[in-house]
């Protein structure tokens, strides 16, 4: 829900800060006044089912939820704990909390509405009005037994809200907890196949991610953790925990992420290239299997593990990214889920018993587990013949995301380049917002900006532009710990290889292409900016040897244009007329012979150098 002041703290925000930091409580944010402690201190993500006792509250919200104890042997204390229990009574309660957003912590919509990811809470405060207008007290109990003063007396102040105490399902009995990913681009969410072991009644059924909580460990944390074990994978930085729900046994509590496209989890990673390690499953002989499902296939799911079918699968529909436009139906959402039943019906698999089943998806063609290069080495090995000219669409294909980035670079420059004397490089494009670098002619003048933006129809309308640092951090393969890159590996990431890339992308182009060389002027021109950069930094490209098997300059023109008796001084006499032994001392100098008036004389450095574009 946004507030007065334009933050929206998107669900899950407070679940670092809550299980690092306890949480303080003060009067009207003064630090110096403090009045009591905050002896629990819990998130309530949307769809909680302790939300049906509290009237009014919007479904797709959540909620931090905190219980206070007022220091009544103070004066301040007891004066919280009386105005506290006054407002109550009139349902007047305000509260208002004390964060700070860290630097990767929050970014801005189109509409200039700060989504807060992350935060560092510190304390929470009774105030006369909260900055969000859904801020209340649900219940102020008596403060008999808390070391009041004699003679004081502190009774029970019936609540407006009725929570039933004894059925609400405290976080120390869940157990078990779980993480559903959603993607906003298909709606599908992502599950994992259980390994085939013979010992593992469940062996080769579908489930939620998800494992038993480790000792003091929060049900959220514990639910990131087995979900990056078991999928391999890490959450992409645009992830957003949107809701969470627990199951009538009271020790399991799912939490459902919502990621902006599938893409953005990379999944089936062979075991020597899985971002996270698995403990369970050190050598890779048991490494999980995972797919994206569409919603609708997995409640009737014959393969679905009977402890996932009491999944609330509205939750999970509904779940949706605060700070992105809602996700349109793909029409290839159920052909996976459509092939596996498929598969499943084919070996008799509708009404059978557990163990049946269980035998029958062994029985199912499994995901095999390859690196990308040895899939295109396969791909490359079968083609045996030219490939048949592809048949065109009669109908133009919507805009490739490649178009979009060229695009949004366009208007971005167009925002930032407006005296001609600045070099804008796109860094990164993200739903919401785009990272920018711009440098001037002064290498030490750059500066790195986050310019939000909203796309309406075909337009780009762009933000103003929010000053950023940039940092390079280095993921070792295997482990999910991370530093900071040292400067080599920052220029490598941000500079070698993004150059590389580039040239090496407009090298095929033009190599394939039957451009004519008056339709390459611009290229010629780009690329004589490029040599000129390279050579104010230090790098001598005159003497670079071609690539093997390219043409040469050289080879081209039947000349060896780099030998340096090509173009000899003139003042050196040829060997067979040099003078003889002896006669050094008493030859004299011939006087130089007189040119004509039309002879240009050329400078060797300088053809080289023009030489040398030309073979460029």
Known sequence: MVDEVADLIVPGAFARTLATRPVKTVW???????????????????????????????????????????????RQGRDAYEQVKQWHEHKQAAFSIGYRVPDTGASKRG?????????DLFEVSPVLHGAHPLTRSLEVKSAAGTGGHDGLEYKTTPSHVEIDVVATVKADNIKVAGLVVKAADTGRVLMIQRALDDDDPAAGTWEIPGGHLEKLEDPLAAALREWAEETGSTLPGTASVVGSWTAPNGIYRGYVAVVPTEDSVPINA????????NPDDPKGDATEVTAWWPIPALPDMPLLRPECRETPWALLA????????????????????????????????????????????RALPRIEHKSARSMVTEAKSRISAPLEAPVMSPKPLPESQEQFRARLADAVRELLDQDGSTWTCIEGTYPDRVIVSVHTEDERRSSHYAIPYAVTGDEITLDKPQPVELATIVVP?????????????????????PTVGALADATARVTGSAASPEQLEDVRDKVQELIAALSAKGLDVDDEEA????????????????????????????????????????AEDPEPAAEPEDTVRLDPDEVKAALALMRS
């Open 547 to 586: 690539p093997a098997g390219r043409p040469t300059g050289a080879a081209t023109t039947g000349l060896d244009l780099w030998d340096d008796s090509t173009f000899g001084d003139e003042d050196t006499a040829p060997e067979d007329s040099a003078p003889e032994d002896g006669d050094d001392e008493e």
């Open 318 to 361: 509904g779940a949706a990214l605060p700070h992105a436009p809602t996700p349109k139906p793909t029409p290839q959402a159920k052909e996976f889920a459509d092939g596996v039943m498929a598969r499943y019906q084919a070996l008799g698999g509708e009404k059978k018993s557990a163990h049946a089943a269980v035998k029958s998806a």
């Open 270 to 277: 062979p075991h020597s290239e899985r971002r996270v390690a």
């Open 111 to 119: 509409d200039g509405v700060r989504i807060i990811h992350d935060l």
């Open 28 to 74: 009207h944010h003064g630090w110096k006044d403090p009045v009591g402690v905050v002896v629990a201190c819990e998130e309530w993500m949307p769809g909680d089912p302790r939300f049906r006792d509290v009237p009014d509250w919007p479904a797709e919200a959540g909620a931090l939820v905190a219980t206070v104890v007022y220091n009544l042997r103070t």
């Open 477 to 497: 393969e295997g482990t999910s710990a991370a530093r900071t890159a040292t400067e080599d590996e920052d220029v490598d990431a941000r500079v070698v290889q």
